[in-house]
């Protein structure tokens, strides 16, 4: 068994702690929050000990494991402490407020040799990973341009502000939405290398942007745009999409459905000429147990597995994010 703690009861937080308290290789050791109520709750009706002092939790029930939820400016202080003590760890996203926060902790982990993890969980999602199979293939072609789109109903009136709209905790939709689809064009197709021009837009808060549009060069020398916007209140919930368009046809691809035009028979098994509709429902493993999507709950155990050694840590490391990191700077720092 792996024993893990968690750090930060909140939305993620919970969502972690109710996967990892059904996993079978996975004990519980510790949940650590600042809120009383949260707590005090915690110990009522699940079990598990609380504590509000991080640190106090971890020299105690001394975990394998840790999960870091608490928001983005903690990070870098939460992972270091644990990275120290020789803890595994897995923290949510983004990986850190500025690259120059995060370098350090990559070469932490690499010379203590602990599994990092951080929680882009698009790279579980099946369509996803059939578009990065299919590129990788090299089935499109040359790839010569891509769109890549997110969009939901985070802040949608004035004066809803949380700690994600406050730019020296959270980051603000740069930071909290846009990162999430700037990993995944990282890892489907190659990292950003060049912001050719970036606007970030205030639409309803005040500190921070509530809408991204960028003009992007990828290391492997290909264009495309990036348009993301939390003040979309025609999405129920937070949607990501990627188009690629290649010299053998084009991909349009969200976290639901596939789509796939090939313009010739030369393509893989599975597709024909003209367009091919796949489900995620058709590409995706099954899981032990389902919460809000089976990408939560692959992306810990292979984090668990990980751990164990029965799988290589190499997807969603702390090095993976930290290039993301980079990215989401450089597109700040065209804006400005």
């Given at each position: ?210 809408a991204i549009y960028a003009m992007l060069k990828l290391e492997n020398g290909v264009n495309g745009m990036l348009s993301v916007n939390w003040s979309d209140e025609t999405h129920r919930k937070m949607t990501t999409s990627v188009t690629f368009y290649g010299t053998n046809g084009k991909i349009i691809s969200d ?82």
């Amino acid at each position: 068994m792996i024993k893990v703690a968690l750090i930060g009861a909140g939305k993620m937080g919970i969502s972690h702690l109710a996967i990892l308290g059904a996993h079978p290789e996975v004990c519980v050791a510790g949940v650590c929050d600042t809120s009383k109520m949260v707590t005090d709750v915690l110990t009522k009706y699940s079990g598990y000990t609380c504590f509000s002092d991080y640190l106090q939790m971890v020299d105690k029930v001394k975990p394998d494991a840790v999960f870091i939820a608490v928001p983005t400016k903690a990070h870098a202080v939460f992972i270091k402490a644990m990275l120290e003590r020789g803890i595994h760890v897995f923290s949510e996203k983004p990986f850190c407020l500025s690259p120059e926060e995060g370098e350090p902790l990559v070469k932490l982990a690499k010379e203590k040799n602990l599994v990092n993890q951080v929680g882009y969980h698009n790279k579980f999602i099946g369509t996803f990973n059939e578009v990065k199979k299919i590129i990788d293939g090299g089935a499109l072609g040359e790839i010569h341009h891509f769109v890549a789109e997110s969009y939901g109903p985070v802040v949608i009136r004035k004066k809803q502000e949380t700690w994600r709209s406050d730019p020296a905790e959270g980051g603000g939709c740069l930071m909290d939405y846009a990162s999430h689809v700037v990993d995944l064009l990282n890892y489907l197709l190659s990292p950003v290398q060049e912001v050719m021009a970036s606007q970030l837009q205030p639409i309803f808060s005040k500190q921070v942007e509530d809408a991204i549009y960028a003009m992007l060069k990828l290391e492997n020398g290909v264009n495309g745009m990036l348009s993301v916007n939390w003040s979309d209140e025609t999405h129920r919930k937070m949607t990501t999409s990627v188009t690629f368009y290649g010299t053998n046809g084009k991909i349009i691809s969200d976290a639901n459905e596939l789509k796939v035009y090939f313009n010739s028979d030369k393509c893989p098994e599975g597709y024909s000429k003209g367009w091919t509709v796949k489900y995620v429902t058709d590409l995706t493993e099954q899981v032990d147990f389902y919460l809000r999507g089976e990408e939560y709950s692959a992306q810990i155990d292979y984090f668990i597995s990980a751990i164990k050694g029965t799988v290589k840590n190499n997807i969603n490391t702390f090095e993976s994010a930290w290039i993301t990191d980079k990215s989401l700077n450089l597109i700040r720092k065209k804006a400005n």
